[in-house]
C-alpha cells in the first residue's frame, strides 16, 4: 500500500498496547491536540472496549482489530452526521467482503454481518461546536482472527469466514484506504454514498421483527433518510421514519 498523503486517512497512525477503549484514547488525544484529522488509534487490546447503547465491545488481543479514526469534518452539521455512519459501515463492508464467501449487510444503523451473524461494530462518538461537528471519534471492532464467541451472540470473524487466519494489517489498511474513498464522496457523491448504503442494507425489503417503542412489530425496512432515520414499511401499508430513539432491530 502506498503511503498516505498528510492529512489523509490513517497517515497519522498510533499503536497502543492496552488501553481501555480507543475511543476514548482518541478523546484524549484530541484534547491535547495531538492528532490531526484522519489520525488512526489502533490498541493491541481494549480493556474496556464502549459497543452501543452503552453496552461493551469483546475482543479478543492480538487476533481481532480494534481502533478509532479522528475526524474533523470542518464545515459538516450535527444533523448531517449520518454520512459519517455511512462511509464507515460502507468502509468496513467492503473490507469484510473481500474475506467472505457469505452475503455481507449493513445492519441499520451501522453493524456489519456475514449472512445473518455480526462481524464488526461501530461506535462514533462527536464533540460539537454550535451546530458543526467540532471532532469526530469513529471507533471499529473487527472479529477478524477470534473464533469463539459468548453463545447468545450471533457473530462470526473473517477466519471462520475465510477459512484461514488473516493479516490484522491487511485488513486495517484495506479499511483505511475504502474509508478515504468514502469520506472523500461527502464533498460531491453524497447520492451515490447513499446509494451504496442503500444497496446493502440488511433486510432491505424483507419482513423482519423490530421493536417500535418497545414493541415487537412487523416492518420491511426500504431506505434510510437524510438524518439517518429508517424508513420502514409496516404491515398495514404505511411507510415511516424512525430513528434509533424509537426503534431497532429485535434481538434474535
Ligand atoms: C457495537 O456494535 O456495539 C459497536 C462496537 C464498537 C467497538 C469499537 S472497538 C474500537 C472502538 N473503541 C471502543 O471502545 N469501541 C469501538
Known amino acids: 500500500m502506498p503511503p498516505r498523503t498528510a492529512g489523509s486517512i490513517g497517515a497519522q497512525k498510533i499503536v497502543l498496547g492496552s488501553v481501555g477503549s480507543t475511543n476514548k ?12 484529522h484522519g489520525a488512526v ?6 480493556t474496556e472496549g464502549r459497543g452501543q447503547r452503552g453496552r461493551t465491545w469483546q475482543s479478543h488481543p492480538g487476533l481481532d482489530l480494534t481502533f478509532s479514526v479522528v475526524l474533523m469534518p470542518g464545515n459538516l452539521r450535527a444533523e ?23 452475503e455481507v449487510r449493513i445492519k441499520w444503523p451501522n453493524d456489519v454481518l456475514v449472512d445473518r451473524r455480526k462481524v464488526a461494530g461501530i461506535l462514533i462518538e462527536c464533540e460539537l461546536e454550535g451546530e458543526r461537528l467540532r471532532s469526530v471519534v469513529v471507533g471499529i471492532g473487527i472479529n477478524v482472527n477470534s473464533s469463539e464467541f459468548d453463545e447468545d451472540i450471533a ?7 475465510h477459512g484461514s487466519p488473516v493479516d490484522l494489517e491487511l485488513v486495517l489498511d484495506h479499511v483505511l484506504e475504502r474509508f478515504e ?40 425496512p426500504m431506505d434510510v433518510d437524510a438524518h439517518g432515520r429508517l424508513l420502514v414499511e409496516f404491515e398495514d401499508g404505511k411507510v415511516a421514519a424512525h430513528g434509533l430513539d424509537r426503534l431497532r432491530f429485535a434481538p434474535r
Do not use: P
Not at 484514547?25 to 492528532?35: F, P
Open 181 to 220: 474513498h468514502y469520506y472523500g464522496m461527502l464533498r460531491s457523491g453524497r447520492e451515490q454514498l447513499s446509494e451504496a448504503y442503500r444497496q446493502w442494507l440488511w433486510a432491505r425489503g424483507r419482513w423482519a421483527d423490530l421493536l417500535l417503542d418497545g414493541q415487537l412489530v412487523s416492518g420491511r
Open 25 to 36: 484514547s482518541a478523546a484524549d488525544l484530541i484534547r491535547l491536540s495531538k492528532v490531526q
Open 80 to 102: 448531517e452526521q449520518f454520512v459519517l455512519s455511512q462511509v464507515a459501515a460502507l468502509a468496513v463492508r467492503d473490507t469484510v467482503a473481500e474475506y467472505c464467501a457469505g
Open 155 to 161: 457473530a462470526t470473524s473473517l477466519r471462520l469466514e
Open 41 to 46: 488509534i489502533v490498541a493491541n487490546e481494549q
